[in-house]
């Protein structure tokens, strides 16, 4: 569950800009976005290329795929908060109970995914029970949090490959955000001028954002159309909530980061940080995708 190996480069990495000694200029095959493009890149085929080839084949191998992206993702944005912030989320509720909620909304849909995240939630709050009072409120809430933004979200990218239809669905999805994060990503750079949130974010530009709006309107209309029969408005509508769900997801990636004070949320990937980092956009994103399509498509 990864996005574009270009247009994910757009929105966290160019806030921080490398440098090298007094003279702040950018490192060896570093792109004007602050990452190592040609290794960026590299990874993002090789890691899109594992999600087309199990939504080709077997598409529920696609959940497993989501499992492992949750566990990951929950261990770094776990970290981070650690490092950041020093607050202790309780992690074994939260890897435990995210895997439920992904696992749980293959036979169970919403009701499995709910079911999983209120006993997770009620985990959480005995778990931390053992710490004391000092920081409780501030350490369950952080638990619930991580629960809901990182397993939660995902569960419903999960839920989109169930139907028979279910691997067009979430092509669809994942061209959408990569189309949004791409159009973004090239606009911004051609032309941003404009910031769009210059405190959270100083390097996504109004330009980039348009940019992102023309790319997931087109993507949306054809892929909609062609590939699960709906119309071509449904399809512009499609494209424009992603594009917004994309863009909000960068967002708030950039604020939790710039509050805790830490560059990317892992190491794990070369050239784009952790995996959180690769999932910002995707995680929001995978609840509308659920929702609209099955509204416009029913299964």
């Not at 293959?106 to 499995?112: A, I, L």
């Not at 995914?113 to 959480?124: D, K, P, S, Y």
């Not at 399809?235 to 992603?242: H, P, S, Y």
Request: net charge neutral.
């Amino acid at each position: 569950m990864v996005a574009g190996p270009v247009g994910e480069l757009e929105h966290e990495s160019r806030d921080h800009p490398v440098t090298t000694g007094s003279a702040d200029l950018p490192a060896p095959n570093v792109s004007r976005a602050g990452r190592n493009l040609p290794a960026a890149i590299g990874v993002g085929v090789v890691l899109g290329g594992a999600v087309l080839l199990a939504l080709l084949t077997v598409r529920h191998v696609f959940i497993g795929i989501v499992a492992i992206a949750v566990a990951v993702a929950t261990w770094e944005l776990v970290g981070a908060l650690k490092r950041g912030a020093g607050i202790d989320v309780a992690l074994w509720p939260v890897l435990v109970g995210g895997q439920a909620m992904v696992w749980l909304s293959w036979p169970f849909g919403r009701d499995g995914l709910l079911t999983g995240f209120v006993v997770t939630i009620l985990a959480c709050l005995l778990w931390r029970l053992r710490g004391g009072v000092e920081g409780y409120l501030r350490d369950a809430s952080a638990s619930v949090f991580t629960a809901a933004y990182v397993p939660l979200f995902a569960a419903f990218a999960a839920m989109l490959v169930v139907p028979a239809d279910g691997a067009a669905r979430v092509l669809c999805f994942m061209i959408l955000v990569v189309s949004s994060d791409t159009g973004g990503y090239i606009a911004g750079v051609l032309f941003g001028k404009h910031p769009m949130a210059p405190v959270i974010s100083p390097k996504k530009s109004w330009e980039g954002f348009c940019g992102s709006v023309v790319a997931g309107v087109v993507a949306g209309a054809l892929t909609v159309h062609f590939m699960l029969g709906g119309e071509i408005w449904q399809g512009v509508l499609f494209g424009v909530a992603i594009v917004a769900t994309a863009t909000l997801g960068d967002l708030v990636e950039s604020v939790i980061k710039r509050d805790l004070g830490v560059k990317d949320m892992g190491t794990l990937l070369p050239g784009h940080g952790g995996l959180m980092d690769r999932m910002d956009s995707l995680l929001p994103s995978a609840v509308v995708s659920w929702l609209l399509l099955r509204l416009f498509v029913p299964a």
